[in-house]
């Protein structure tokens, strides 16, 4: 139930709760994401890999990996190695199995870690990705410093994240999907652990943006040493793509 996720969410770190929730999903992530999501949730990841393969960067990082459907996408669409992070050993054994499937197991390294604390050294990658990441952690200003440490200057960063839609009716039905839609559908096709999923959602997007409103979290990429930050609202605002550069 909801409140006792709250209770969870309050008693544990960010990573713990993230860890917790998304357990037992990782077989039918990708599946759901993309039937709950109406097929959108592929167009937004489409949009965040376009801003960096344009570079054609040979080494890129995908953080908040989860089950590969980016580092996969990165993979097939570059030459480069790719190394996806995340801190979910269960989401990272589905990952190592699809890409396995895919055929493209010498071009991705899969690494268990937190995207607040990289293994790696500084201006390591030519460019980076994240999804889904920092409404699962404690210090989103922190954790985007520590992204951008790990790229080389000049290095692409992109990201994505769930959002809120501005139009007043677009948020009103957003409002009704995630609160009692979501929840609903989630337990059909998925059962409780999706049940559990979809009622946390709505909420949580709606709390980090009213802690981390979009204007915030430009100025937080910026700070961290990110340039040219622009950013694009999907799917009448259900989605938000960011994407800038590493500072020379």
Known sequence: ML???KV???RATPNEFAKRLF????SRYNLLAALLSFGQDGRWRAAMVDHVVGS???LVLDVACGPCAVTRRLAKRTSAHVVGVDLSEDMLREGQSNVDKSGL????SLVLA???QLPFPDATFDALTFTYLLRYVKDPKATLRELARVVKPGGSIASLEFAVPGNLGWRLSWWLYTRAILPAAGYVLGGKAWWDVGRFLGPSISKHYKSYPVPWTVDA???AGIDHVEYATMSLGGGLVIWGYRSE
């Open 114 to 116: 937190r995207g607040e």
């Open 56 to 58: 054609k960067p040979a």
């Open 105 to 108: 197991g010498e071009r991705i």
């Open 3 to 5: 409140g006792n996720a």
């Open 23 to 26: 357990a037992p999903l990782p």
């Open 8 to 10: 969870k969410a309050s």
């Open 221 to 223: 990429w910026e700070r």
